[in-house]
């Protein structure tokens, strides 16, 4: 895995306070996968393996739609509701609660993770960095997140080309979830706005996922601004 590091923007009275950043990530696609675990020596077919693939995913999807969890050594889901309740005695009402899912990396992915070896780079001047976060519900910026509002990013090599694999994302700091802006307003290499999705109160940050216009490797650019939802 690649990595730089970027000056932390969090800690301006301390200008050597740098964060480590993952680049050139590369995504791996269901096709890929498919591909690889049938592969030379594997006794598995392709349409074998595609069964049991959507098999394995649509029954814990099932679990899911049942108000389960499920847990595994590969990963866990865990289901929480976010919203305000008025009183012992108020009730889930769908206007005003939502159930949301988390799903966390169990002991075989969290060991994989330790294998990984990092390898420093140069910063990219064309990896897209998030300057500023402005969200116009509250009149605020680098601040706060209101939900359903307008959020306003400016930077560098913000530009969306491909909006199934890219994008921007908000990340849960306490449990990892992310959640996709799924409607961009405007989409320009220094300015991105767009609608803020619906996110259970808590703290997060902003990752950009780009290409450049014609490229093909995936670009993360993280934010470390601090951003809460009531």
Do not use: C
């Amino acid at each position: 895995m690649d990595y730089t590091s970027f000056e932390n923007k969090l800690t301006q009275d301390n200008p050597d306070d740098y964060v480590g950043k993952p680049v050139n990530m590369v995504t791996k696609t269901r096709d890929e996968l498919i591909a690889d675990m049938t592969g030379p020596g594997s006794i598995l077919t392709d349409t074998e393996s595609e069964t049991v693939t959507k098999k394995y995913w649509k029954t814990i999807i099932d679990y899911t739609a049942a108000g389960n969890t499920y847990r595994d050594d590969y990963m866990s889901t865990r289901l929480d509701i976010s919203g305000v309740f008025d009183g012992p005695d108020d009730r889930f009402d769908p206007e005003r609660h939502t159930i949301t899912i988390s799903i966390v990396p169990g002991p075989a992915l969290k060991e994989a993770v330790k294998q990984i070896k990092p390898r420093f780079v140069k910063p990219d001047p064309e990896q897209p960095e998030i300057k500023s976060i402005y969200d116009w519900g509250s009149d605020s910026a680098n601040s706060k997140l209101s939900v359903g509002g307008t959020l306003e990013l400016e930077g560098y090599a913000l530009k969306v080309y491909d909006q199934q694999e890219q994008g921007v994302f908000f990340i849960n700091k306490n449990s990892g979830e992310e959640t996709k802006a799924t409607r961009l307003r405007t989409n320009e290499p220094k300015k991105i706005t767009l609608s803020i999705p619906q996110l259970a109160a808590g703290q997060y940050r902003l990752e950009i996922r780009n290409t450049t216009r014609n490229g093909k490797t995936l670009r993360i650019g993280m934010s470390t601004i601090e951003l809460i939802v009531d």
